[in-house]
């Protein structure tokens, strides 16, 4: 049985003092190669895990839009189609440079790749390669995004 303090705690308290997420845009980008459809994956900065291209939305831009910056600035996709709509998110703790973390809701809008160039922001940074989806679901670690991953 719990403790009336302890289910106070956890059922009152503890949400009160938790921020709530912060949204972050995620580009999934795609082609269709000559077996079906290839994402393309970069590495982070940090880690050097396999990431979608993903940030904070852009000031004066809606979702799909900055998700298309971040893939611009991360992966060097010049131009795309991208859904108006996200087609999933997941859910990770952001860990910053000073030891604080913070929840983190990443909506995932998915863009039909048309022009990738090799001069980018971020090229010396990161790395990006082309992979079949459900290698790509192997590569993450966020379970929600394996699963978007492998649905395509």
């Given amino acids: 049985m719990t403790s009336p303090l302890t289910r106070a705690w956890n059922e009152i308290i503890k949400p009160m003092l938790q921020r709530p997420a912060r949204v972050q845009v995620a580009a ?3 082609r269709m190669g000559a077996d079906g459809k290839e994402v393309l ?5 940090g ?3 396999w990431i979608l291209p993903k940030g904070w939305p852009v000031e004066g831009k809606d979702g799909p839009a900055s998700a298309l910056q971040e893939a611009w600035e991360e992966a060097g996709v010049k131009s795309a189609r991208i859904t108006p709509q996200p087609i999933g998110e997941y859910h990770f703790t952001k860990r910053h440079d000073n030891g ?3 929840p983190v809701t990443t909506l995932i809008f998915e863009a039909e790749v048309e022009q990738l160039e090799d ?3 971020e090229s010396a940074e990161r790395t990006r390669q082309w992979m ?3 290698e790509a679901a192997g590569l993450v670690h966020e ?3 394996q ?3 492998r649905q395509l």
Avoid: F, N, W
């Fill in 28 to 30: 999934l980008c795609y």
């Fill in 41 to 45: 994956m970069i590495t982070s900065r």
């Fill in 47 to 49: 880690t050097g895990r």
């Fill in 100 to 102: 604080t973390e913070e």
């Fill in 119 to 121: 001069d980018y922001p």
């Fill in 132 to 134: 079949k989806p459900a």
């Fill in 143 to 145: 379970p929600q995004l």
């Fill in 147 to 149: 699963t978007v991953l």
